[in-house]
């Protein structure tokens, strides 16, 4: 009788030996060899970044051929846990980390790359194409119910949000509705990403949803704000005040500073902020002519 | 080839019992570990699911009433009376779409099963046995986006609202599911034994009294189960239904309004939450509560499929 337990625990064991096995985690980034650049780097994170950060790694890849370079979206959340693991090399969020619960942001390093400039958008056909701070507060918190009362047609007001754990929705609630509680359970629709916001804005009779700039397009209105176009220059000067860093946060502890430095740096020169940046629709970091703090203040860049 | 198979087989055959056992005992071993890497995950899943799924009751503090309430908002700052992580506007609502789903799909595909199996085989087995299983082979994405691109517009257009809607979500889900409840149903009825069906002719029954009376109720928990079946993977299924339901989080009043369920607020959250904060946490109990309910389904589907005698 006990063999045959013991045969059935053997197996049990194997099996988890086997489980085992398989597993073998653990991403090393080697150190350099005099000068030349090797190792292997993992960015995890933002969805919205992601485009931009695959098209870097793709040029820093060309230019230094011993490097390897893996991204992956995921989420700001699963891109700061990583970071903060060391799971991953380098976790791209386009929120603070002292915003994220649960982030110990003591053992991350923050390097803002870019920034994303954002700005309500309707449906082209609500006639409206300006609002005051004022009345898209009142919208997005369900005061405000049909565009007649804001100078617009009859229309009852379909509000488009993104998930309560986006990035762009907790900037978008941070500044352009100056933190006021916004519209849960009101009726208002939730798309996970800004493509199918865009996608549905331009379909729907009496929609109102809120984009990146890069998301803008002709079968959107972008709505001004208080007299104010949301342009990227607007957004240098501060004047529009919608818009977030997004950061690439990599590990204090981390075993391949040089080849994240390395990679974080080139991404902040003149070659990347330069075209690719514009071109993807993002705005680069060093022609900003303020700066903002983790609470959101904004003062003057030194 | 075969001369060398059946030499070897022959050699083997004539080999002293000792290498037999050894045989015996490698196939025993190799089966076994096969059986207890599947015992093995799934205890692990289950234990994994739990726990995360249960801290946030007794790590995070969050109470029952809390979670089973209808005020949703984990961002919501503690001088606004937050967090609030009620769920219970997502379990209601996956309860409705899967329940109205099944509503609509099991009459449907009982239907289309009689017809295949006892109304025109020949007809049945050569157009509609192929076109189930190609509905089955559509992936849940496309059923989505189709729902996105054509249904959503049309609710919009002819029947008022926004589109996105509880309507939206189940005809997409009736769709889906309904090749799974029609090939089980065309099974089960054709598992049923000749001599019965003769028995209620020579009784001198016509078709369709056959049919209603004696196939369909024989045949019942069959049927059911795959009713109970198709119920599962409604109740779980989370791309299609996310892409039209509009994830609002409340209780919908009428069939044209939005509604969130517990899959979709899992897929459009879970990436933008950080590991082992209470969000996320919130978001694992969910998952738990899917868990169970597919536990509760599979105990339901083995209750119903006892053996019969006839």
Known sequence: MWRKG??????????????????????????SEGGGLSGNLIAVGSSAMQPLVEEAAAKFM????????????????????????????IGNSDVFAEEKDGIDSEKVEDHQVFVVGMGPVVHPEVGVDELTQEQLIDIFTGEVKNWKEVGGKDQEIVLVNRPESSGTRATFAKFALDNNEEFRGKGGIEEDSSGTVQKIVGETPGAIGYLAFSYFNDKVTPLKLDGVEPTDENVYSGEWYVWAYQHMYTNKDSQSKELEQAFIDYILSDEIQESLIPELGYIPVNKMEVERDPEGKVSEKK | MQNDVQNSLGEILAKPAKKQKRIEVM?????????????????????????????TFFVDGVSLSNF???????????????????????????????????????????????????????????????????????????????????????????????????LAGVIVLSV??????????????????KKIREASYALGATRWQTISRILVRTSLPGLMTGV????????????????????????????????????????????NTVQGSTYNNALWSMAFILLLMTLFFILLIRLMTRRREY
């Not at chain 2, 889906?176 to 034994?193: F, H, K, N, Y």
């Open chain 1, 6 to 31: 013991l045969k059935v625990a053997g197996a049990i064991g194997l099996s988890l030996a086997l489980i085992v096995g398989c597993s073998n985690g653990g991403n090393g980034g080697d150190q």
């Open chain 1, 62 to 89: 060309e230019e230094n051929s011993g490097v390897n370079i893996t991204v992956q979206g995921g989420g700001s959340g699963a891109g700061l846990s990583a970071a903060m693991d060391g799971s991953a090399n």
């Open chain 2, 27 to 55: 196939g025993r071993t190799l089966t076994l570990v096969s059986a207890s890497m599947l015992i093995i995950t799934l205890a692990s899943l289950l234990y994994f699911i739990a726990s995360k799924g249960l801290s």
């Open chain 2, 68 to 166: 089973f309430s209808t005020n949703w908002g984990p961002n919501v700052s503690p001088d606004q009376g937050g967090p609030f992580y009620g769920a219970l506007a997502f379990i209601v609502g996956s309860f409705l779409v899967t329940i109205l789903a099944a509503l609509i799909s099991a009459p449907l595909g009982v239907g289309a099963a009689i017809f295949m199996t006892e109304i025109a085989p020949a007809w049945g087995r050569k157009v509609l046995q192929p076109v189930t299983e190609l509905l089955v082979g559509i992936p849940s994405v496309v059923y989505g986006f189709i729902g996105l691109t054509v249904l959503v517009p049309f609710i919009r257009n002819h029947l008022g609202g926004q589109g996105f809607s509880l």
């Open chain 2, 176 to 193: 889906m599911i309904l090749p799974t409840i029609t090939s089980i149903a065309v099974d089960t009825i054709q598992a049923i034994p």
């Open chain 2, 228 to 271: 109970v079946l198709g119920m599962a993977r409604a109740f779980g299924e989370a791309l299609a239904v996310q892409m039209v339901i509009g994830n609002s989080g409340m209780v919908p009043g009428s069939l044209l309004e939005p509604i969130s369920t517990l899959t979709s607020v899992i897929t459009l959250n879970m990436g």
